[in-house]
């Protein structure tokens, strides 16, 4: 993580320098055709291409095992490139059904309005996913670990089942990170992040970024980055690449973090069940080990009490902050049917097992005893 795809400059220096410059000089007439034209390295324009998200591109690529990165403006850029570059009019896709907000938003929203067709299924169950499957299908889209069910899809059957008729497979890897799991060894043919959560960590940057496994996927993706301008800030990528270095220590400590509160909230009186990966009561906990290095920071739990105490509960923690987003170093909590969710009709959050009383917590790496007497308190407040 911490060199993977390390830049070097004639200066030797230790961190890559943020080139916050638009454009780039041609020494001469000759070397701005041949730029153009594709027969000499070097750099143009900066949403074609910059110093700054090229290394911070070529250690992705590295770490997620791909042929090439793209990176986004936001990790909404790269579902939009993706949709853009791998479906056309006529075309169907299948998901997550409850997969993240916005991915499902555009795609009913907009990307219907130019003809594409799209199912929603549970593809933790590769029956529902043969079943959606229709002579059009172009794409199979994951979310695994899915937000917010914490449900699991098998990447490894899914690319099988998907490759088995000519579809393509994208996993949203966003709750792993590539720390924790790697799609395109498993058989996915792209995997993107919101570099905004994990990747990042530090709830300071927004950001996507998407890795092909192969160069014929990777140029029509990076074409439609640069050709609609969906390119990241040279100095959003260098704050990035300075999480990246971290990755791997925020996430082992967010993850034991995770696994003692997971089952301190198991034995919770107020609580009716907990989903996390890492604990034996996950319906997937086998799948989790054999795909993911480790469960996670991401858990979701049913109170007892409903939608009013998710709403009690989300206003008396302390610690734990009350907001949107996830995978930074401090805990966030948030209530799904009161807030990320709640554009959703009941009945579609019912399909997609959002219940009334879900909460997601997204743990941090603060001290793990300070994090358990905040979750207390603010449970005793729950009636
Ligand atoms: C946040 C998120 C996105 C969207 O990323 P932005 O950076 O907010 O645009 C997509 N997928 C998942 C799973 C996310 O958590």
Redesign the pocket.
Request: net charge negative; proline share 4%; glycine share 8%.
């Given at each position: 993580m911490v060199h993977a795809g390390h830049y070097h400059d004639n200066f030797g220096s230790a961190t890559v320098p943020i080139y916050q410059t638009s454009t780039f000089a041609f020494e001469n007439a000759r070397q701005g055709a041949n730029r153009f034209a594709g027969k000499e390295k070097g750099y143009i324009y900066t949403r074609i291409g910059n110093p700054t998200l090229q290394a911070l591109e070529e250690n992705m690529a590295v770490l997620e095992d791909g042929f090439g990165a793209i990176t986004t403006?936001?990790?909404?850029?790269?579902?939009s490139v993706i949709y853009m570059g791998l479906l056309q009019a006529g075309a169907h896709m299948i998901s997550t059904s409850s997969?993240?907000g916005?991915?499902r938003g555009i795609m009913e929203k907009h990307f219907s309005r130019f003809g594409v067709e799209y199912s929603y299924v549970d593809t933790s169950d590769t029956g529902q996913i043969k079943k959606a499957i229709k002579p059009n299908t172009r794409l199979l889209y994951l979310?695994t670990p899915?937000?917010p069910t914490i449900k699991l899809s098998d990447i490894e059957a899914c690319a099988k089942l998907a490759h088995e008729h000519d579809i393509l497979v994208v996993v949203?890897n966003?709750?792993s990170s590539p720390f924790l799991q790697n799609p395109l060894k498993l058989g996915a043919d792209v995997v993107?992040?919101?570099?905004?959560?994990f990747v990042n960590g530090h709830a300071d940057v927004?950001?996507?970024i998407i890795i092909t496994a192969t160069e014929a996927l990777y140029q029509p993706l990076r074409h439609v980055m640069v050709n609609l301008g969906f390119n990241m800030d040279p100095h959003q990528a260098y704050l990035v690449l300075r999480g990246i270095k971290t990755l791997s220590l925020r996430v082992e400590k967010a993850q034991e973090n995770a696994m003692t509160i997971a089952h301190w909230l198991e034995q919770h009186p107020k609580i009716k069940w907990v989903r996390y990966p890492g604990l034996k009561s996950h319906p997937q906990y086998e799948l989790a080990r054999k795909q993911m290095r480790g469960p996670g920071a991401m858990i979701s739990f049913e109170l007892k009490g409903g939608f009013d105490a998710g709403e009690q509960m989300i206003n008396s923690v302390h610690i734990a902050t009350l907001a949107?987003?996830?995978?930074g170093v401090e805990t966030l909590i948030q209530h799904p049917a009161s807030m990320t969710h709640a554009s959703l009709s009941s009945e579609a959050r019912l399909e997609a097992d959002i219940t009334d009383g879900l909460v997601r917590l997204s743990v941090g790496i603060e001290d793990v005893e300070d994090l358990i007497n905040d979750l207390s308190q603010a449970l005793d407040k729950v009636k």
């Amino acid at each position: 993580m911490v060199h993977a795809g390390h830049y070097h400059d004639n200066f030797g220096s230790a961190t890559v320098p943020i080139y916050q410059t638009s454009t780039f000089a041609f020494e001469n007439a000759r070397q701005g055709a041949n730029r153009f034209a594709g027969k000499e390295k070097g750099y143009i324009y900066t949403r074609i291409g910059n110093p700054t998200l090229q290394a911070l591109e070529e250690n992705m690529a590295v770490l997620e095992d791909g042929f090439g990165a793209i990176t986004t403006g936001s990790g909404m850029g790269a579902v939009s490139v993706i949709y853009m570059g791998l479906l056309q009019a006529g075309a169907h896709m299948i998901s997550t059904s409850s997969v993240y907000g916005p991915s499902r938003g555009i795609m009913e929203k907009h990307f219907s309005r130019f003809g594409v067709e799209y199912s929603y299924v549970d593809t933790s169950d590769t029956g529902q996913i043969k079943k959606a499957i229709k002579p059009n299908t172009r794409l199979l889209y994951l979310e695994t670990p899915a937000n917010p069910t914490i449900k699991l899809s098998d990447i490894e059957a899914c690319a099988k089942l998907a490759h088995e008729h000519d579809i393509l497979v994208v996993v949203d890897n966003t709750f792993s990170s590539p720390f924790l799991q790697n799609p395109l060894k498993l058989g996915a043919d792209v995997v993107f992040h919101s570099v905004t959560k994990f990747v990042n960590g530090h709830a300071d940057v927004v950001g996507g970024i998407i890795i092909t496994a192969t160069e014929a996927l990777y140029q029509p993706l990076r074409h439609v980055m640069v050709n609609l301008g969906f390119n990241m800030d040279p100095h959003q990528a260098y704050l990035v690449l300075r999480g990246i270095k971290t990755l791997s220590l925020r996430v082992e400590k967010a993850q034991e973090n995770a696994m003692t509160i997971a089952h301190w909230l198991e034995q919770h009186p107020k609580i009716k069940w907990v989903r996390y990966p890492g604990l034996k009561s996950h319906p997937q906990y086998e799948l989790a080990r054999k795909q993911m290095r480790g469960p996670g920071a991401m858990i979701s739990f049913e109170l007892k009490g409903g939608f009013d105490a998710g709403e009690q509960m989300i206003n008396s923690v302390h610690i734990a902050t009350l907001a949107v987003s996830l995978g930074g170093v401090e805990t966030l909590i948030q209530h799904p049917a009161s807030m990320t969710h709640a554009s959703l009709s009941s009945e579609a959050r019912l399909e997609a097992d959002i219940t009334d009383g879900l909460v997601r917590l997204s743990v941090g790496i603060e001290d793990v005893e300070d994090l358990i007497n905040d979750l207390s308190q603010a449970l005793d407040k729950v009636k």
